[in-house]
């Protein structure tokens, strides 16, 4: 049986013979017809009505007959799914859900995709009407944002704070540190392979926050995040580009450094959007001196505007020993029905031959677990699961799904003495909405847009270029799977800021709170 792959979804269409969907408006005439013949997908478009009965016709194959009516205008990218039978009558697969479907007229729009987690084909309709949008609201924005479906939206469109959550995509790469004692474990390890049990559990760790389904603010150029006090760590970050949007992060404490450089890439599909992670992401283990390099599944955010919000990463994860050429596989499952599968990771740690050593498994929103495994994966004789991870507790009720940790970054009491102004947290946009100010937000976002463009305008009209504070650009461009990528490398120089201020016998206290929020350097321009 032929399939036609969808990737997106990681669902496949069968292909029985041929089996079509037509799509007639209420007077009858055909709309729309599309064939499914030896795995190829033809649309083949005629006019559109303003209301549609969908019907799946019977093919050679015995195709079963299901039909779905929908009232509102017909779009192109509306696809219907439904299951497929054999000669003999027997349902051989669930094909999916309605992916594409067109909304009620209450809607009134084409081409919304909306999927329940925790449910079936039967609920997209009804799991369209939720969602944390009011109605207007989400119909307008709706109405905005259909142009820009196919495109790259990381920073080109003017979002609506409604969405965002009161931190910005700096403060979100410091999440990572959370459960930086595993980095701890894996530097104090001696077993290779259990040292890559450790740093992967580690890397995975932070998915429970990332599941969160409000969208950080991207920093403004030259914007930092500074944190100490959690673990032994300094970690800085810094927005080293605007076009395209890069950060560089560095993080150290007396067992590891982490430096990483992100471009996030994304892809706007309507009411969905499916978040590349270009990037790289180093981490060297100070006792041994090994580097280990990890790659990242991309991330789909599904029902953005229609239905509930919410966050899947379906993929692989790799980590590789670049020192002794060892690597952690690890498969994260997509979501299937019912919330089938959803959560799971699964996958071995490898020996430089690619032998499997170590299986693990478990959920990525609450625990890891791993046990040594045979050359054909099998667990050993003898041994047992043990748990390597499992996720803290969380506040109860938290508005924005914040764990503790998410706390602790957003609270000046993991800030240094001396606050650098340029901070994520002196963000006026920032703050107003974590006071629940979503007006006051909105303006102080709109305000520090403009400033960052006419900031931009004066620099380009004297010939300046930004230069980042923390991170120089290198001459090293690296592949990603989603694309090449410039490497910003840590220059060292906030290590030396930070010597020299604790060493300072300044014994003022500024309170940090009453600092002005401050990246801008075209005043310093002169001086670079």
Not at 172 to 196: F, H, I, N, V
Not at 316 to 338: A, H, S
Not at 408 to 417: E, G, L, V, Y
Not at 502 to 522: A, L, M, R
Request: overall charge negative.
């Amino acid at each position: 049986m032929p399939e036609l792959s969808n990737s997106a979804t990681h669902t496949s269409y069968a292909t029985y013979g041929q089996f079509a969907l037509e799509l007639s408006d209420s007077s009858g005439s055909r709309s729309r017809v599309i064939d499914l013949l030896a795995g190829k997908l033809d649309i083949r478009e005629a006019s559109s009505g303003s209301s549609a009965d969908v019907r799946c016709f019977q093919s050679r194959a015995g195709v079963s007959y299901f039909s779905y009516l929908f009232l509102g205008s017909l779009g192109a990218r509306t696809l219907v799914k439904s299951p497929v039978h054999n000669e003999q009558g027997t349902a051989d697969k669930l094909l999916g859900s309605i992916l594409y479907f067109v909304c009620s007229r209450l809607l009134g729009y084409e081409g919304v995709e909306v999927i329940n987690p925790e449910g079936g084909k039967e609920d997209a309709q009804e799991e369209a009407q939720r969602g944390r949008w009011k109605e207007e609201e989400r119909d307008s924005y709706w109405k905005m944002m259909q142009k820009y479906i196919g495109s790259d939206v990381t920073s080109m469109v003017t979002l609506p704070v409604i969405i965002f959550e009161p931190m910005t995509m700096l403060q979100k790469m410091a999440e990572l540190m959370e459960y930086s004692y595993l980095l701890d474990r894996a530097d104090e390890c001696e077993d290779p392979y259990m040292r890559l049990v450790y740093a992967s559990s580690w890397a995975i760790s932070v998915y429970y926050a990332y599941q969160r389904t409000w969208k950080p603010f991207n920093p403004i150029l030259g914007e930092t995040y500074e944190m100490v006090h959690h673990g032994g760590i300094t970690f800085i970050s810094e927005q080293v580009s605007h076009h395209p949007p890069m950060s560089a992060g560095h993080a150290e404490n007396e067992h590891f450094a982490y430096d990483v450089t992100s471009k996030l890439k994304t892809k706007f599909l309507g009411n969905s959007v499916d978040v590349y992670p270009v990037g790289r992401t180093r981490v060297t283990l100070k006792r041994d001196g090994v580097v280990l390099d990890l790659v990242p599944p991309p991330t789909k955010v599904n029902n953005l505007i229609f239905g509930r919000t919410w966050v899947d990463s379906p993929g692989e994860m790799i980590m590789t020993n670049l020192t002794t050429g060892d690597k952690v596989v690890l498969y994260f499952q997509p979501c299937g029905w019912f919330g089938a599968g959803r959560y799971e990771v699964d996958g071995y740690v490898y020996n430089a031959a690619e032998e499997p050593k170590i299986l693990m498994t478990g959920k990525w929103n609450e625990m890891m677990s791993y046990q040594p495994c045979d050359m054909e994966g099998e667990p050993l004789p003898g041994t047992e699961l043990k748990e390597v991870w499992h996720v803290a507790d969380i506040p109860e009720n938290d508005k924005f799904q914040y764990t503790h940790f998410a706390h602790k970054i957003n609270s000046f009491d993991t800030a240094p003495t001396k606050l650098l102004a340029s901070d994520s947290r002196l963000r006026p946009d920032r703050y107003a909405l974590e006071q629940g100010d979503l007006s006051k937000s909105g303006a102080e976002k709109h305000n520090l847009e403009e400033r960052q463009r006419a900031e931009k305008r004066n620099r380009e009209a004297k010939g300046h270029q930004f230069k980042p504070r923390w991170f120089d650009l290198t001459d090293e461009v690296t592949p990603t799977p989603w694309g090449e990528l410039e490497v910003y490398q840590y220059n060292g120089k906030y290590t030396e800021h930070r010597a020299a201020i604790d060493s300072s016998d300044n014994s003022d206290h500024i309170d940090v709170k009453s600092i002005e929020f401050n990246p801008w350097q075209y005043g310093n321009l002169s001086a670079e």
